[in-house]
């Protein structure tokens, strides 16, 4: 019985580490798929046809980016994560309103 509770122990700290290793790491992937999708959104004219989304999206970014510096970064990684959800809007907005011009 004491080899099972060793175990589990053993088992509970390295699970522990495992994810504050993951919830400490800088978000550089979310970063920069973001900035992606914003620039994807501005690309496709979403400045005019669709400024509140990418709006969002540019001011969660730099949230992201002011927590990141702070090393808060599961905090940036949800705000960028966000944003590339809000530029993701903007870029499918702009599209709908190109689309319906077309037709």
Do not use: F
């Not at 509770?5 to 290793?21: E, P």
């Not at 400490?24 to 992937?29: F, L, N």
């Not at 990418?54 to 970014?61: F, G, I, M, P, T």
């Amino acid at each position: 019985m004491n080899y099972r509770r060793t175990s589990i122990r053993v088992v509970t700290v390295l699970l522990s580490g495992w994810v504050a290793a993951c919830a400490t790491a800088p978000p550089v992937q979310e970063m920069s798929d973001a900035r992606q999708a914003i620039a994807a959104a501005e690309a496709a004219d979403a400045a005019r046809l669709a400024p509140v989304p990418l709006s969002d999206a540019r001011r969660l970014l730099a949230e992201a980016e002011e927590q990141l510096r702070d090393e808060a970064y599961g905090l940036a990684r949800n705000h960028a994560v966000r944003a590339k959800n809000r530029a993701v809007d903007a870029l499918q907005a702009s599209q709908a309103v190109d689309t319906n011009r077309s037709n």
